[in-house]
């Protein structure tokens, strides 16, 4: 089982930035690929971001690459997305997923929801005009 919360929403003015984190706890925390997902109203939910558990692979949707970056601190079970030159339409709540491997899959990365096994309660980040 993994644990997962999800900490740094708000509320941000357009060309602001915010960084998100997710706190994760569990047996298999440390070995796991994580994801960042968002849902906007009335839409369906969304990948954002990916980065595997050696932090050697990250991947991002179109619409915020150069302006979103994952990390992570495996010391402190903690992944980050730092979200910079923030638009209205990144208005969503954000949800950190995590989805554990054996020793192989240090480099995996996933961008589907079904991939993930565990998520977060998510973050509202709402970005106004």
């Known amino acids: 089982q993994v644990q997962l919360v999800e900490s740094g929403g708000g509320l941000v003015q357009a060309g602001g930035s915010l960084r998100l984190s997710c706190a994760a706890s569990?047996?298999?925390?440390?070995?796991?690929?994580m994801g960042w997902f968002r849902q906007a109203p009335g839409t369906e939910r969304e990948f954002v971001a990916t980065?595997?558990?050696?932090?050697?692979?990250?991947y991002y949707v179109d619409s915020v690459k150069g302006r979103f970056t994952i990390s992570r601190d495996n010391a402190k079970n903690t992944v980050y997305l730092q979200m910079n030159s923030l638009k209205p339409e990144d208005t969503a709540v954000y949800y950190c997923?995590?989805?554990?491997?054996?020793?192989?899959?240090?480099?995996?990365?996933?961008?589907?929801?079904?991939?993930?096994?565990?998520w977060g309660q998510g973050t509202q980040v709402t970005v106004s005009s």
């Open positions: 997923a995590a989805q554990p491997g054996p020793y192989y899959s240090a480099n995996y990365i996933y961008t589907g929801q079904k991939e993930y096994d565990y």
């Open positions: 980065i595997s558990w050696s932090g050697l692979r990250t």
């Open positions: 569990g047996r298999t925390s440390g070995s796991s690929t």
